[in-house]
């Protein structure tokens, strides 16, 4: 009997102890204000003959590739996590402190959802429920599609991760890029896979890369031809041990000029307090970088809720809110 309590007892204390560390570690975390972005985005009044991004909050974003609407790893829950039962936001796990920029209802209908791989902050069950319809396909990386089938959608189809591509009925090509990163949704999940996603319509293409740490693998995209946009994951890298995973504001500089894209959309940051850096110490490194290579205006989108839409002409343009598209 002494001897079973005498476990006991150590098993408790190693639990209040490995418990009381997490509390301490988290406490040393950023914790800012709950803000909802100023600027909105309002895709009923997005040209379909043009090629537009709006970026929602983490790495949900909103494309418009002609009349192809596209969306990304959707996260638009005020919390991620392990579910609880009891409601899309009852979950255990972090909490958004900036809202989506968009309202839910104006993001369908939606053709194509991206799932890069399985984290929790990149697919969140509630939120497809909110955007998946029975015309919609979703593509995703190995190991994933089995946790998708109750979302009634048209298709979930799965790519490798290592260059697999497919061409779905509308034209639009969807090539697998091997970046660099880890897909298990819980610990004990097996052969979960992770990718980015090069995308080819028409005379465009688009990078998504997911989630990342730097990698050379974006020397090899300008084989593919020429990419008019990139979007690259720059928070979530510190302490440094992070970066075996994330790569830093600075990395995803050097992959972004790697791949030889002409505009960068930056995410990945100012959503959900996931490590230690500073919420805004990401888009200012960034800056710094492109600064430092006279690139500065390769910088499209800085704020959550800012659309950018891909002209005719090389350079596109910024769109600060809605109404600017409306007028133009």
């Not at 928070?235 to 994330?246: K, L, R």
Request: aromatic share 10%; with cysteine; proline share 6%.
């Amino acid at each position: 009997m002494g001897i079973l309590f005498t476990f006991l007892f150590c098993v408790v204390t190693l639990i209040l102890l490995v418990v009381g560390f997490l509390f301490y570690k988290m406490s040393q975390m950023p914790n800012p204000p709950y803000q909802v972005p100023p600027k909105r985005i309002d895709p009923a009044q997005w040209d379909q003959e043009r090629v537009t991004v709006g970026w929602i909050g983490h790495s949900t974003v909103l494309i418009q590739f002609y009349g192809i609407r596209i969306i990304t790893d959707p996260v638009l829950t005020e919390r991620i996590g392990i579910p609880l039962g009891w409601g899309d936001n009852w979950k255990m796990g972090p909490k958004r402190h900036t809202s989506p920029a968009i309202d839910v209802e104006g993001i369908e209908p939606v053709d194509v959802v991206l799932l890069s791989h399985a984290h929790m902050d990149h697919l969140d069950l509630s939120s497809l429920r909110k955007v998946v319809t029975s015309e919609t396909v979703i593509i995703t990386t190995s190991g994933i599609s089995h946790l998708l089938r109750k979302l009634g959608a048209k298709e979930v189809r799965e790519l490798d991760g290592k260059w697999d591509n497919m061409v779905l009925s509308n034209g639009l090509v969807i090539q697998a890029i091997p970046v660099v990163h880890w897909g298990k949704r819980y610990p004990w999940s097996r052969k979960q896979g992770y990718t980015g996603f090069l995308l080819s319509y028409r005379d465009k293409k688009i990078f998504y890369p997911g989630d990342t740490a730097y990698t050379d693998v974006c020397k090899e995209l300008p084989r593919w031809g020429e990419i008019d946009l990139a979007f690259m994951p720059i928070g979530a890298y510190e302490p440094a041990s992070f970066q075996v995973n994330h790569c830093t504001p600075e990395q995803a500089w050097k992959m972004f000029v790697d791949s030889g894209a002409k505009k960068l959309v930056p995410i990945h940051w100012n959503t959900f307090v996931l490590s230690f850096e500073p919420v805004e110490e990401p888009l200012e490194r960034l800056i710094d970088a492109a600064q430092a290579s006279k690139k500065e205006d390769c910088v499209v989108i800085r704020e959550l809720g800012e659309m950018y839409v891909l002209d005719e002409v090389e350079t596109g343009r910024v769109l600060r809110s809605s109404s600017e598209q409306v007028s133009s």
